[in-house]
């Protein structure tokens, strides 16, 4: 149980364009879902945390306009990187929280974003 | 942010060794979680623990909150080849459901 897919686990665009990730809880509702960026051999850095119906909360430093956020389902959520640039590339987690267990996170694969 | 300090940085044993590593914070935590985290791919909940003094086991692998709620650690016994990864503990204090998580702990196993 408590499964949690992302979609896709690998992207390469060009530098401008818009990409969006999907992370979808698979045997579960997740009430709280959470995005992390993790640059290599560094622990994860969470970028904002969504509740499903709502706006997200955005860490210190997270440029909300850049990094769009939608929690439109109690089994999804999607992060959309707007006009991408290669500082962006880097390994996006999301995590997602049942409201039975509500401290325990249960995390997708993974993207590995690559802008060119 | 608060940090948890996680030690030791990384590890290199041998296969069939046991091995032990902790977290530790100046200030109370409510809950600690360990993951593991394989190359590639996102990090795997090994253990959860919600109380103070609890020992908790899954297979191979024991953790521990510690009786002042600053401290965990998590043991692995007898380990494998296949135990190599990078292995995270995460903390949750305070009213949201934000983890703060460590630094990582690196371990190869040597068959």
């Known amino acids: 149980g408590a499964v949690v897919s992302q979609h896709p686990s690998w992207v390469i665009c060009k530098s401008g364009t818009s990409v969006k990730i999907e992370c979808r809880s698979l045997?579960?509702?997740?009430?709280?879902m959470f995005w992390y960026r993790q640059f290599p051999k560094q622990s994860l850095m969470l970028m904002a945390t969504?509740?499903?119906?709502?706006?997200?909360?955005?860490e210190q430093g997270v440029e909300k306009d850049k990094f769009l956020i939608n929690h439109a389902s109690l089994t999804l959520s999607t992060l959309t990187v707007t006009s991408a640039h290669p500082e962006d590339s880097s390994f996006y987690i999301c995590s997602a929280q049942t409201s039975g267990r509500a401290y325990e996170q249960y995390f997708g694969p993974g993207t590995r974003l690559t802008v060119t | 942010g608060q940090q948890l300090n996680q030690s030791p940085q990384s590890m290199f044993i041998q296969e069939g060794e046991d091995v032990s590593m902790n977290c530790t914070s100046s200030s109370i935590f409510n809950t600690w979680l360990w993951y593991k985290q394989d190359p590639g791919e996102g990090p795997v909940l090994l253990i959860a623990?919600?109380?103070?003094?609890e020992l908790t086991s899954n297979g191979r692998l024991t953790a521990q909150f510690g009786i002042t709620r600053k401290d965990s650690f998590l043991n692995i016994s007898a380990s494998i080849p296949s135990d190599v990864g990078i292995y995270f503990c995460?903390?949750?204090?305070?009213?949201?459901?934000?983890?703060?998580f460590g630094k990582g702990t690196l371990l190869t196993v040597n068959p």
């Open positions: 623990l919600y109380k103070a003094g």
């Open positions: 969504s509740n499903e119906g709502s706006k997200a909360t955005y």
């Open positions: 995460a903390g949750h204090q305070g009213s949201n459901y934000k983890l703060t």
């Open positions: 045997d579960f509702q997740a009430t709280t």
